[in-house]
Each structure stands twice: as C-alpha cells, then as structure tokens.
C-alpha cells in the first residue's frame, strides 16, 4: 500500500494544467484552462481545468478529480500505475507502506498534533487582535501608515502587549509544549522548575501568516517605535517553512484572479498598504529570499508575476535572487516582469505619497525577464571592448541554460548574441559543444596550477614582454658510466646533521591569505558588524569573485532570517548547508581559531578601505590605457582624489 503522506506530496509537486495538458488541448480561460472534454463528445469547451485548486471538472457529464484520476480515467491506468507514472514526471520514487500498526499510528498521532499547533495559533492569532483594539498607541501607528480598520481586519492584524509572558492571559496553561512547538513562547534552561519561558513577540504590531487553506501557521512582528529587529518572524515549525510560504496569498486569492498578476513586494506592510489602495494581488516573501518554491507556487493561481524592488543596491540583489528562481519556471504562456522604485520609496510609501495611478504606471512599465536577464548579466561592464562582452556572456550562460526550453529561450540566444556580436549559430554551437574550460582563478581554487605555472623565468623574456626564442639546445649530459666512470650511489640524507626535519616538506604551498580573506572572516566572527556598514560596502563585498562572493550574499540571508548570532551558531548552519569547507578555503583555513582573536571594528574598515583601494586603482590602470577623452580624463581625476583620500587615511 502506497502511503496516504505520498500521494499528498506527490500531488503538492505536480501541475495538473501540465499533467491534462499532454492529453488534452487547452487554453487560459481567466484563472482556469479551458478545453474540450475528452470524456464525451462537445462541440463547445466544457472541460474546465483548475491550477488554483489543482482539479479538473467538465460541466458537459460531471467528471472531475485530480491528476491521479485523471490519468486512471482517460489512460485506463491503474491506481499504483497512474501514482508511479507521476512519480517519474516529478523524480519521486514510490515507497510501499509497510509500516506496522504503531507507525502507522504515530504518523497519524503526528497529523493530530500539527492540527493542535494551528488550534494554538489560531487561539493567539484572536488574542492578538483583542489587544490591538485595547490600545490606542498600535491603533494610532495603524491609522498614521494610512490604514483603516476594515482593512486590519482583513487581513487579522493584532498587537502583541508589552511583557513577558502576555500570552498567559490567553492559554490556560502557559507551561503548555504546544506554545514553545508554534513558536510562541521561548524556553531557555533545562526543563523543570528552572526553566525560563517568555513571549517571542513583544510591543509589536502582528501580522497573521495563513497557508492557501486560510490556517494560521505563524506570525510576522513590526516594532511600533525604533528597535531591532524592526520585524521578526515566526521560527521554522512543522507547520511553517518560509522557504515555501507567501504573505497575503491567502487574502490575495480574488485580487489575483480580478487583476491577473501577483505583484511581489518584499515587506508586511507593503502587502497590507497596497491593499488599502487597491492591488489586493501583492504577496510578500517572510524575509528570505525569493525561492523557486515562491515562484512555483504562485503560477499554480496566475500566469503572470511583477516583482517589486526598492532601487538600492539590496533591491538590485534580492532581484538578482528573484531572476535565478523564476527562470526554470519562465515557460512561453508565462510572464515574468521586475519592477524597481526609486531608492527612496517602497511600495508603501510610494503608494501612499503618489497615489494608485502612479503605482499602477510603475507596473505597467515593470521590465520583461528577457531584458532584465540582459541587463543584469552586462551591469557593470564595457560592451565596447571583447573582453566586456566576454564576461557578460559567461554570466549569462548559467542564467540562459536556466530556462525551459522553447521560444523565450531561443530568441534570448539571439539577443544575446546580437549584444555580444556574434552570430547566433556560432553563439549556439559555442555553448552546446564545447565544455566550459576553468580559469586560472578557478584552477588554482581547485587546487590546480594556472595554466602558466610552468612558464619561462622572467630571464627568458625579451624587452616586449614577449617570451624569447628558445635557445639552441644543448648537447646532451652523459651519464658517468657513459663517460667511463662508476655510477654513484643517491645519497638520500643529504640534510645537514643536527637539523630537524621540516614537517612542511613536501606539503603544497599555501597562498598567503588576502584582505578579501581577512574581511569574510572578520563577519562571519562579528555578524553584527553587517549592520554597522555602508550600502557601498556591501555592494563592493557582494562583488567579490567566487566562493567570497557566494558566502557574502549566504551571510545576508542568514542575517535576514535570524539575525546576528555567535560564530559558532553561524559555523553549525554552515556545516548544515555544506558551505563549512568553503568557508574554511575562503578564509585561508583559518576558521578553527577564529574565537582566539580579538578584533575590533576598525580592522574590518582598514581592510575594506584596501579593497577599495584596489578596485579604484584598477579601475583606474584600465581608463588609462583607454582612449582618452574629456570624460576619461573626468573619471581619472575623481578616481586619483579618492585614492589619495582612501590612502591618507
């Protein structure tokens, strides 16, 4: 017997419109697809297939069900067939349900208690909003960011009290495990009299957060005045993963259907404040980033998402994060568009300032995937010259090969190599035949030799730089027995005596460790420090090359979802998420003594002023080997001022 938890899961991954699709010719109908019924003979579609409830029904004869029924009743498959047939679409494998009486049980004992913590929740979600209306501080907050309360209680908006243990005028038992599973209530100390409980959220305007059923699986908390964090979110539960849920797509299930599309924003309030102002389609990721499971999920109610981004150098990078998740999903019938504000709004306050009709034209101008892809992979870089183009096409081939196949794909290659000016065919041939070869960068990384290791000393050079001709080559030494002599023996102790054998003999070198080395270490010992520093400087930090770059915007996310902790907290999730032996190879494999240091705060800005002194003065080494010009030589003054500044002090 297949297990009940399978089928559940399998039909959570699988896209009936896709699944009828092969079958059966269908076309957007609204939210739903429409056909003809491949059941009874019609003339006019009456076979309506639904992504939003994941079914499908003809009205002609009355069929309905699943994706599972569907195959059964139009393949004449079996039950165990049509499961195992899905299960290969999706790279499941089907288990069997041996499981004995007691397992069987306890999963559903399991099933039960995930029910009870939504009960908790629920329970806390109308204790919330008793205390919302009991104070006037939270209602006036809410009425001061333009909201009514019609429109808090839509979408359940409460208040958390302050105090430490509020939550026990609510639960008649405080001591209760539940409030700790749904994370409600805090525990720290061993269990017992000793134990310390108190309420994760104090003096904070809550958020409900509902799965698509309308059940409450965990809360979203903004402080009212000045504070840290400024929001904090429900922990990671049985009942609540942030990587798969959305905010507001619960309330926003007509709006999607009315308007369209789901816009995408990155906060709490900007959900609820477009609501207020019409775009009752917003959703909002639970401070992570946006993830192919987002984006999965949302195309099961629309076929059309606008993301939405504060113009900032975060906005550009949680957009970059948004573009990598939605390009395996960016079939043909699909639209995908980015919309960025200007750096000083976010959706709510640009809303409320300029209105819905000037909100509505920021939409309407959203940039289409295809350009956004182009302009992400060539931000920066000087298409002038080949090797601009060059790094522009080896970032986006990973973001190309991304994509589904189909049309989107192929006209994005002709783009692509229109920009890079290159002919399609060749662009093509390029990057289907030949097999990526690793840069000098990557193979010393890996442990290789660059390519020129082995190459002439610099004696062998002549006065261009060019190597020089190769010398005649010379006779040939003849061994002492050639020459009439005995051979002698090798003599390995060739040490001198009293000296003590070198433990690094015949160990690989290692490179000494850069201040891009210095820095990634110096954060991951002091998260709190990120806070602390400038948009420039994470701007030039996320910009660092290879697995620097990659452990940057990785400390981001965990800083976003947890905030500051220990290192060795940080060094647990590391070791969790196979990112430890990067992290020990980035920071020059110093990582095991790094609580043995003692480092202040202005190391870490010493050692970013010598990164930035080494990006300006590159930048400036290329303009002057560049043509010269009256902005060249602009750009050479202002590089010169700031390297003289940077270098003063």
């Not at 409980?197 to 059940?215: A, S, W």
């Not at 979203?220 to 993963?241: A, I």
């Not at 007509?254 to 207020?276: H, P, T």
């Not at 020089?468 to 001198?496: L, T, Y």
Request: hydrophobic share 35%; proline share 6%.
């Amino acid at each position: 017997m297949i297990p009940p938890g399978f089928i559940q899961d399998l039909l959570s991954r699988v896209d009936i419109v896709e699944v009828v699709g092969r079958h059966v010719e269908l076309k957007k109908a609204g939210i739903n697809h429409k056909g003809l019924c491949p059941f009874h003979g019609e003339k006019s579609p009456s076979f309506i297939v639904s992504p939003t409830r994941q079914t499908y029904h003809c009205f002609g004869c009355g069929v309905h069900g699943n994706a599972i029924g569907f195959l059964m009743e139009h393949t004449g498959a079996g039950f165990v067939e049509a499961v195992e047939d899905l299960a290969q679409q999706t790279g499941m494998q089907v288990p069997q349900d041996e499981r004995s009486a007691e397992e069987r049980e306890r999963a559903q004992a399991q099933k039960q208690r995930q029910a009870s913590l939504t009960d908790v929740l629920a329970k806390a979600g109308e204790h919330y909003r008793a205390q919302l209306k009991k104070s006037p501080r939270a209602i006036n907050y809410l009425k001061q960011r333009g909201l009514t309360g019609q429109i808090a209680a839509q979408f359940g908006l409460g208040y958390a009290p302050e105090g430490w243990r509020a939550l026990a005028s609510a639960f008649p038992s405080y001591d209760d495990p539940l409030l700790a599973e749904s994370g409600m209530v805090i525990t720290s100390g061993d269990e017992g009299e000793e134990q310390k409980r108190y309420d994760r959220f104090r003096d904070r305007i809550m958020f409900p957060i509902r799965n698509v059923q309308g059940e409450v699986i965990g809360f979203g908390g903004r402080v009212l005045d000045k504070g840290e964090p400024k929001y904090l979110n429900s922990p990671e539960t049985p009942v609540f993963s942030k990587g798969r849920e959305l905010y507001g797509l619960y309330e926003g299930r007509q709006g999607l259907r009315q308007r369209g599309y789901a816009l995408v924003v990155e906060g709490y309030m900007d959900v609820v404040a477009l609501a207020q102002h019409g775009f009752n389609n917003a959703v909002a990721t639970l401070g992570t980033a946006c993830t192919a499971e987002h984006v999965q999920k949302l195309f099961r109610f629309t076929e059309s998402v606008v993301f939405s981004f504060d113009g900032d150098a975060a906005g550009r990078r949680a957009a970059g994060r948004a573009l990598e998740a939605a390009l395996p999903h960016a079939t043909d019938v699909r639209s995908v568009k980015f919309l960025f504000l200007p750096s000083e709004h976010d959706p709510d306050s640009y809303v409320r300032e300029l209105g819905a009709e000037a909100f509505e034209r920021c939409v309407a101008e959203a940039i289409p995937l295809s350009r956004q892809l182009l302009e992400s992979c060539s931000e920066g870089l000087d298409l002038g010259s080949a090797e601009g183009r060059a790094r522009m096409l080896a970032q986006a081939k990973p973001l190309w090969e991304a994509l589904p196949q189909g049309l989107l794909r192929r006209q994005l290659l002709g783009d692509l190599a229109r920009r890079a000016q290159l002919p399609d065919q060749e662009l093509m041939d390029l990057w289907q035949t030949r097999a990526p070869q690793p840069t000098r960068a990557a193979s010393h990384e890996q442990g290789h030799p660059p390519d020129d290791y082995w190459a002439p000393p610099p004696e062998h050079y002549d006065d261009l730089g060019a190597p020089a001709a190769p010398a005649a080559p010379a006779a040939p030494r003849r061994r002492p027995e050639q020459a009439g002599g005995e051979r002698k023996p090798w003599k390995k102790d060739w040490k001198r005596r009293g000296q003590d054998d070198d433990p690094t003999l015949g160990t690989p070198r290692q490179q000494p460790a850069a201040p891009m080395d210095h820095a990634l270490r110096m954060l991951l010992l002091h998260s709190a420090w990120w806070e602390r520093l400038s948009d420039q400087d994470h701007q030039l930090l996320h910009e660092l090359p290879g697995v620097h770059g990659d452990l940057v915007a990785w400390l981001e996310r965990f800083l976003v979802n947890h905030g500051a902790c220990a290192w060795s907290v940080l060094q647990v999730s590391l070791a969790e998420e196979g990112q430890l032996e990067a992290a020990r190879r980035a920071c020059g494999g110093r990582l095991d003594a790094m609580e043995e240091e003692e480092l202040q705060f202005e190391d870490l800005q010493q050692l970013l002023r010598k990164l930035w002194l080494d990006r300006l003065k590159g930048e400036a080494s290329q303009l002057a080997s560049a043509p010269v010009g009256p902005d060249t030589l602009v750009r050479l003054k202002e590089l010169h001022e700031q390297i003289r500044l940077l270098s003063a002090a």
